[in-house]
């Protein structure tokens, strides 16, 4: 069964404090890899990821894929109170579907 | 452009009535994904559309649960009748293609009590 786990489950942190969020994933026929930040409702996009070891950048964020060892991380630098959310993965597979894992929420204190 | 737009944001229902969900896309995007979302866990899929047609819908409980994307565009999800295991978050979500990165609706909390 195709299953995507992350961790930590949970994270409080202070500001300008650098995190990693894992994910790791065995999916059947991955094809690709993404990041979503959830803040109340709704997932907004961060990063899919296809190839092995291209990290992909946006401002204080970056996130990298390992497809040998099937994992991503996700960091965030510098972290600010705004970045309180939860983080979710998801895997997309040969069956199109995203598999999501549980989401690590994280907590910035000022 | 406009994002995913859902309605209601908000429904709070009596057990064994009827709810439904409403969904508008973002316009040219051919496939829309209905999520459902539980408390502290991760979205899980209900049914997914490639265009009018429903290509996967394995997860859907299909005793109580129907969805429909006339033309393609707008899609309905629809409980009737809802039980109480039914409150959670119910997301929607568009790609411009299927395996390309997706985009969610504000979802809809729905209540059942």
């Known amino acids: 069964e195709d299953k995507v786990v992350q961790s930590p489950l949970s994270l409080v942190v202070h500001e300008g404090d650098t995190v990693t969020l894992n994910c790791s994933y065995e999916v059947t026929n991955f094809r690709s890899l993404l990041w979503y930040k959830q803040e109340k409702k709704a997932p907004t996009f961060l990063f899919m990821l296809?190839?092995?070891?291209i990290e992909k950048k946006s401002g204080r964020l970056s996130s990298i894929l390992d497809k040998k060892e099937l994992f991503s991380i996700l960091n965030i630098t510098a972290t600010q109170t705004g970045d309180s959310a939860v983080y979710l993965c998801?895997?997309?597979?040969?069956?199109?579907?995203?598999?999501f894992g549980t989401g690590t929420r994280l907590k910035v204190l000022a | 452009e406009a994002g995913v737009v859902q309605s209601p944001r908000y429904k709070i229902i009596e057990k064994k009535q009827p709810v439904a969900f409403w969904c508008n896309p973002i316009s040219g995007h051919n496939t829309l994904y209905w999520y459902l979302q539980n408390l502290g866990q991760g979205p899980e899929l209900l049914i997914r559309y490639e265009n009018e047609e429903a290509v996967d819908d394995s997860q859907l409980p299909k005793d109580r649960f129907s969805a429909e994307r006339l033309k393609g565009v707008d899609s309905t999800l629809k409980i009737q009748p809802a039980e109480l295991g039914d409150s959670a978050v119910y997301l929607c979500?568009?790609?411009?293609?299927?395996?390309?990165?997706?985009?969610f609706g504000q979802g809809t909390r729905l209540t059942v009590v």
């Open positions: 296809t190839s092995s070891g």
């Open positions: 979500a568009s790609s411009l293609v299927q395996l390309t990165e997706a985009f």
């Open positions: 998801a895997s997309t597979s040969g069956t199109y579907k995203y598999i």
